[in-house]
DNA sequence: CTGAAAGCGCTAACAG
DNA sequence: CTGTTAGCGCTTTCAG
């Protein structure tokens, strides 16, 4: 004959229990609990005790339900294995954790679809804020909805077809533009760029960057632009490519570090000599830019600072009544390393 | 005089709008969504058309409250800045989204009070369960109470003091095993170990099979071994502090790929060449791992599998009575590349 | 098959 | 300063 188990899931503790142990009813004790002012320190002083005692734990969901904020923040992403994004990602949950706000995770792809989902779904749970990629996969109905939703919004590249959006982004621009000088600068004058799908923002500011740099810098220099995926396995696809069709081109700008580390790859494979061969710039400096080899050039952008700024721009718009977007820039800066052969010096060694 | 503004975000449909909208009431429009077997399919159908004319989403709050789930999973790891915990996260991202859920991120740095807060804020949210790199930092007693919670809870690394959690690795031991054999096999007898915290679970089983082969394979070998940060930072330290003692090692096994980045990178600095100088193995077979310069010898798991898998052990869990824990332990390989150099073939080149 | 009604646990007026 | 009372939006018995 067996006994009776006892409830296997703990019953929670719940604010009426702690208002019973504490003599009072749950008004006060949500009172107490919340720091309301207006209750008296020694009856808040005995509910904190219960409290604690019991091991209290407020329940979110129901907390949310009412109050209609839920202290959770939606991050969009293209893919967390993006070293990029991985920095961004940690920026954002050290802020959110500050904050006391939880982070749920969510990767695009840059798919419409599963952006839309993510979108409605982070909407049903009535987070406090967003921050995503970009927007520009969405549809401009799609962008509109969620403008008029009323939930902060943060993008994390520049420029949107909507001016309603908060934004927090590099200086793209000017870090293609960066690259392009040191190129020529150092010599160079048939150049190539490879990068990620078109009308991808950020990726697009950099091109329009260097492009425009290059041109002002030497008319008669060449560059071929490439697009693919702007992965380590897309840079790894383009680099072979071009290095299979034997274009004379003596430098590459990466869009993204992961892409130049699939370049790299790609000239291992083909015996080509990075920078005495090719040079190669990359953007972002992500940790491993300073361990490939060869060290690798590279426009620095503060990942972990995006992230965090992200953070605290949503949280301000969160609260105030004024939601009139921010724009915030962040500077970027050449790493010079020894990805980039100096041709102007001849015959010297790669620069050092 | 101003006219009242209308509400600035617009009221969120709910299941009574569509209820009326659909002409039954919330109850049936409610069982009609949610597919459950007892409801005309006609009356069905006008609810359903209702719904997605409205663009009806249901409050996922509410619904939790009620049913005392929530769709989100909770994934507490170190850092999602580290490679390896990037792919365990896409992993479980991807496998979540397939079953409509959630996954909020945290990084606990493995710092107890972090993981602790953690997990009292994800229960406080009703979480359908917990992915938790380990939980050797938790006391006993913490341990106890998270065990006994009724969340389902599965572990990233093998052993747990309480055998009644589910766990999800790769078998480590068996990676440090090969690592040692392969220094071995190639005339290696002078060898250090790099590793991460002591009593880190994960790291000391990689420690314990690759001491214990080294013992066996070779009574006489010497091998140091420190801990520090399982870091890039971590390795860079460890590293620079070996090179500069002038040990005399020749073979180096780090206790995973960032650790061995960070090696590569004070190798570099201190001059030392990497196979030539003294070998290289790591540990996860990370992208990275076969770009860096020279590409890492290093031992493969299957990093997403792993964080698929947990998904699928907690839902389980989750959904089934029978709450008994999985253990579940993925295959090791290791994969060869050019840090190490084979003493045995004289005079030889490295091996390639 | 459908409706009425009772909450899930908490906050927020509104009285006292 | 504290208690009473409505709900938040949804699911789920229990009747019909």
Redesign the pocket.
């Known amino acids: 004959m067996q006994r009776k188990l006892p409830p296997p899931e703990q019953?929670?503790v719940?604010?009426?229990?702690i208002?019973e142990a504490a003599?009072?009813?749950?008004?006060?004790?949500?009172?107490?609990?919340?720091g309301?002012?207006?209750?008296?320190?020694?009856?808040?002083e005995r509910v904190m005790q219960a409290a604690s005692r019991l091991n209290?734990?407020?329940?979110?969901?129901?907390?949310g339900?009412?109050?209609?904020r839920s202290q959770i923040l939606g991050l969009i992403i293209s893919d967390i294995r993006n070293p990029f994004f991985s920095e961004v990602a940690r920026g954002v949950e050290d802020a959110a954790y500050s904050a006391g706000c939880d982070v749920v995770l969510c990767n695009s792809d840059l798919d419409p679809q599963k952006q839309n989902h993510y979108i409605a779904s982070l909407m049903a749970k009535s987070v406090d804020g967003i921050i995503m990629n970009s927007v520009t996969a969405l549809d401009q109905a799609e962008q509109e909805r969620l403008a008029l939703s009323g939930v902060p919004v943060v993008l994390l590249n520049r420029f949107t077809s909507l001016a309603q959006f908060s934004t927090i982004s590099a200086d793209n621009e000017q870090g293609g533009r960066l690259a392009a000088e040191y190129f020529l600068k150092m010599g160079h004058a048939r150049l190539a760029h490879l990068t990620g799908p078109r009308h991808h923002g950020n990726l697009s500011q950099r091109a329009k960057g260097f492009l425009q740099a290059v041109r002002e810098g030497n008319p008669s220099a060449s560059v071929i632009v490439a697009h693919g995926n702007h992965t380590l396995a897309g840079g790894y696809t383009m680099g072979l490519k071009l290095f299979r069709e034997k274009h004379d081109v003596t430098a590459i700008f990466a869009a993204n570090d992961a892409l130049a580390f699939g370049v790299l790859k790609a000239a291992l494979e083909c015996k080509i000599k990075i920078p005495q061969d090719v040079s190669l710039i990359g953007f972002d400096n992500v940790d491993l830019a300073a361990i490939v080899h060869p060290p690798l050039t590279t426009i620095h952008q503060s990942k972990y600072e995006i992230g965090e700024a992200a953070v605290n721009v949503l949280l301000r718009l969160a609260k105030a009544k004024d939601k009139s977007p921010e724009n915030r820039v962040l500077g970027v800066e050449l790493i010079e390393r020894e990805s980039v052969r100096n041709l102007k010096s001849k015959g010297a060694k790669v620069s050092r």
């Open positions: 019953h929670a719940k604010l009426r229990d208002a003599g009072v009813t749950i008004a006060t004790a949500s009172r107490s609990l919340n309301i002012y207006g209750v008296n320190p020694l009856t808040r209290y734990r407020p329940n979110r969901l129901a907390r339900l009412v109050t209609g």
